[in-house]
């Protein structure tokens, strides 16, 4: 289990902003009540709680695969996010260590969780033993750079911005300082989600998952510290595909779980910073997918494709018991640069869904010889097989 920070609702800021926003909150419902359909942010907005009086809270924040917990509130609230960027060495992969540029000190940065209308207050800092200047671009942001110029700190510095999250969605959150690509590579990327104001179905479970490319001096497994390759990523040529950062982020022991009948929410980012994703679980389809992390609800999907710099949210119901391997089905990358994942689903099995092996006999076509016919015996399962 993974750090979360909890929920701190300043009470008596609250308490006062929360009397004074029901009155000036009534109108805006009212009207709202008498158009729901067309009602929109440049409708509602003369009507909004300024920001001033806004409730303040601090934002719920979990490091991959946690997800922060389904916002309750009817109300708009400034949400104050800290950020800390942290350069550390970290491992990669089995016996091979990378020096990781961080948001609060793992690849991908914390999630955040906000509710469409809230003002995002962001406290951001940079560790004095960075090397370098770095800032955040929220896409889930309007306005310059999206909090980048806002944002831009020095080493052993603080800076702070706000933006309002006026649309709903799954968001990216990036460093963009130059070069901006090097700052990406070295896994400064993370997902604020901007939740609608009537917030999303309820699930059994919600994981974090963000993919990204990773660009070493080293070969896939060449063992030791590896400094990163600015020739293989303008080539865009990464030896690591990865989720959560790191080989086996979410594999073996630190494999998802889940429960036959669960229905499983994924809200999965692409980092990047070179490669589109064409995210696959491997024995599941996915009953629901928010295209692109926005409104549009596309079902029955297989893959579906998330660019470097974008995100999607998929759903699925597990039906039957097994180990579902989360993938980028440039299926090279999942076996061969580290982009697995697994979903472990415990629970009754279905045979009626899908059964075990019920036969294996010999298959003599026509056209072969009876004696190059292959028996079960000297046939082994391939060593990766999922
Ligand atoms: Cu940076």
Not at 10 to 32: D, H, N, R, W, Y
Not at 70 to 84: G, S
Not at 324 to 341: C, E, M, P, Q, W
């Amino acid at each position: 289990m993974k750090r979360q920070a909890l929920a701190a609702i300043i009470a008596s800021v609250f308490a006062l902003a929360a009397c004074g926003q029901q009155a000036a909150e009534k109108p805006a419902a009212t009207a709202e009540a008498a158009a729901p359909a067309t009602s929109t942010v440049g409708q509602s907005a003369a009507a909004e709680t300024p920001a001033g009086e806004l409730p303040v809270i601090d934002a719920v924040v979990t490091h991959a695969p946690e997800v922060p917990p389904a916002i309750d509130r009817d109300h708009p609230a400034k949400v104050r996010v800290k950020m800390e960027t942290v350069e550390k060495t970290m491992k990669m992969a089995d016996g091979v260590d990378y020096h990781y540029w961080t948001f609060n000190g793992d690849v991908p940065g914390q999630m955040i969780r906000v509710r469409e209308g809230d003002t995002v207050e962001v406290e951001f800092s940079n560790h004095p033993s960075s090397t370098v200047p770095h800032n955040v671009d929220f896409h889930a942001a309007t306005g310059q750079g999206g909090g980048a110029e806002a944002t831009f700190t020095a080493p052993g510095r603080t800076s702070t911005f706000s933006f309002k999250a006026l649309q709903a969605g799954l968001y990216i959150y990036h460093c963009a300082v130059a070069p901006v690509g090097m700052h990406i590579a070295n896994g400064m990327y993370g997902l604020i989600l901007v939740e609608p104001k009537e917030g999303l179905p309820k699930v059994d479970k919600e994981f974090y998952v963000v993919q990204g490319d990773f660009y070493t001096k080293g070969k896939y497994g060449a063992q030791g510290l590896q400094a990163f390759d600015m020739d293989k990523a303008v080539k865009e040529q990464p030896e690591y595909v990865v989720f959560n950062g790191h080989v086996g982020a979410i594999a073996g022991d630190n494999a998802l779980k889940a429960k036959v009948g669960d229905t499983v929410r994924m809200y999965v980012g692409n980092g990047g910073p070179n490669l589109v994703s064409s995210f696959h679980v491997i024995g599941e389809i996915f009953d629901k997918v928010y295209v692109e992390g926005g409104k549009l609800i596309n079902e029955n999907v297989q893959s579906t494709a998330i660019p470097a710099g974008g995100a999607a949210i998929v759903e699925f119901k597990v039906d039957i018991p097994g180990s579902y391997t989360l993938v980028d089905h440039s299926i090279f990358r999942a076996f061969n640069k580290g982009a697995l994942g697994q979903l472990k689903v415990e629970g009754e099995e279905h045979p009626e869904i899908m059964t075990k092996k019920l036969s294996d006999t010999e298959y003599k076509p026509a056209d072969v010889p009876a004696t190059a016919a292959v028996s079960a015996t000297n046939v082994s399962a391939p060593k990766n097989a999922y």
